[in-house]
């Protein structure tokens, strides 16, 4: 953690907001109490806010707000948030059918860490990810903790399509596809719930801040979910 937030010029009407360096959930959890303590000042100018793994991006309008005096209220409110309890996490459950057409690359997965199918599924489902950001397309949870023994490299060559609902690995990540997309990352599952609906309020199922819990599913629930997920999208 900075000691006082760094704050670095984005063009002409945008700033980043520095807390710290490198991956690490207590700089996170710092982002995202900022966040919710700018979101509930209301500060005057500000257009949009973009927070990642250790800084939120602001957008202002330079018209209303004084660059200076809106950087003055900011590390005035990360310091009364540094000060105050953390906030409570939500924990939110992906219900994920793993291995078969909806995972085609859980079998590698496994070779590839001198794993059983089983094993890697116990090891996927078994931790409690941190959303550390939303990015690449909307509603894409860059997540933080999986374990080293299913760490696996990227797909030489990305596949052209990648289904909704995806769950993949590369390197030492793991997360969902929200959309249909192109990817390179190696596919052990599928969820029937909708991580991005542009119709629903939030539009995304899951936030910065947020933990991920993957609970397995068989083929029968996971259809049961699928028709409630299609359900619920048409009103």
């Known amino acids: 953690m900075y000691q006082a937030p760094r704050f670095l010029p984005a063009g002409d009407c945008a700033f980043s907001v520095e807390l710290g360096a490198g991956i690490d959930p207590r700089v996170n959890q710092a982002v995202h109490d900022l966040l919710v303590a700018i979101e509930e000042r209301g500060l005057d100018g500000i257009m949009d806010l973009v927070p990642s793994y250790r800084a939120i991006l602001v957008q202002y309008n330079p018209l209303v707000a004084d660059l200076s005096r809106l950087q003055e209220e900011i590390t005035a409110l990360e310091a009364l948030a540094l000060e105050g309890e953390p906030s409570t996490p939500r924990s939110v459950e992906i219900p994920t059918l793993y291995g078969g057409e909806a995972g085609p690359d859980l079998d590698y997965v496994a070779q590839h860490n001198g794993l059983s199918a089983e094993e890697v599924v116990r090891i996927h489902s078994e931790t409690r990810y941190l959303v550390y950001m939303l990015g690449f397309s909307p509603g894409f949870p860059y997540?933080?903790?999986?374990?080293?023994?299913?760490?696996?490299?990227?797909?030489?060559?990305?596949?052209?399509v990648i289904p909704a609902g995806s769950v993949g690995i590369a390197e030492r990540q793991t997360g969902v596809y929200p959309t249909e997309t192109p990817g390179g990352w190696r596919l052990i599952g599928r969820t029937p719930l909708a991580l991005f609906d542009p119709n629903r309020e939030p539009p995304c199922l899951v936030e910065q801040g947020d933990y991920i819990q993957f609970v397995p599913i068989n083929e029968q629930e996971?259809?049961?979910l699928a028709i409630d997920a299609a359900a619920q999208a048409t009103g």
């Open 143 to 160: 997540l933080g903790g999986m374990s080293e023994r299913i760490e696996t490299p990227r797909l030489a060559t990305p596949r052209a």
């Open 222 to 224: 996971y259809a049961a």
